[in-house]
């Protein structure tokens, strides 16, 4: 097992939007053991394959209080969206960045485990963000484009002063 890099706002890799999953290989299953070391060493609850700069539609999740409910999604898609819901997030790609953003309440998210079966998760509270987080980097998109142009540019303003700062 190893630990992954993660990628730093505002790479343009984070960008990138994820291509599907057409074979869960062993390669595909390195990869998700190799996420969720990283994810719980971190600590985090969840992390994209995009954040360890590997472009393929796969993410892990654990919002479990006792760090023991792994769940990796392959090609996830939410299926179903409703309700409201306003969570102060963070993300391991904006160090030290947190912020308000407003998400579903309540989603349905249909996914291929590791053994290709599909499968389906009804999620809320925290689970619920967390999903759309890391679905959202799928997409190549990073929670801080959820908040204000002028909140956008104090935080490249900032991430660009700690990068001189510790180069
Ligand atoms: O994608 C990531 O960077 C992982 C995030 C996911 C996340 C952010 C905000 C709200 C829900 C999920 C990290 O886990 S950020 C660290 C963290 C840890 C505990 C609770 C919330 C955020
Ligand atoms: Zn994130």
């Known amino acids: ?50 954040q360890v700069d590997v472009h393929a539609r796969v993410i892990v999740v654990d919002a479990s209080e006792t760090r023991d409910q792994l769940l990796t999604l392959i090609n996830p898609e939410i299926l179903q969206q409703d309700g409201l819901q306003v969570c102060e997030e963070g993300c391991l790609s904006v160090p030290g960045v947190y912020d308000k953003v407003e998400r579903a309440e309540h989603v349905v998210v249909r996914y291929q485990d590791l053994d290709g079966a599909e499968q389906t998760v009804d999620a809320t509270g925290l689970l619920a963000v967390c999903l759309q987080h890391e ?29 001189r700062i510790t180069a």
């Open 135 to 163: 679905i959202d980097h799928l997409q190549g998109r990073v929670f801080v484009e959820h908040l204000s142009q002028l909140k956008q540019l104090r935080i490249r303003n900032k991430l660009a002063k700690q990068a």
């Open 1 to 50: 097992m190893s630990l992954l890099p993660i990628l730093r706002f505002p790479d343009p890799r984070l960008r990138k939007v994820a291509a599907r999953v057409d074979k869960i290989d062993d390669g595909i299953r390195r990869l998700a053991r190799d996420m969720a070391e990283t994810m719980y060493e971190a600590p985090g609850i969840g992390l994209a394959a995009t």
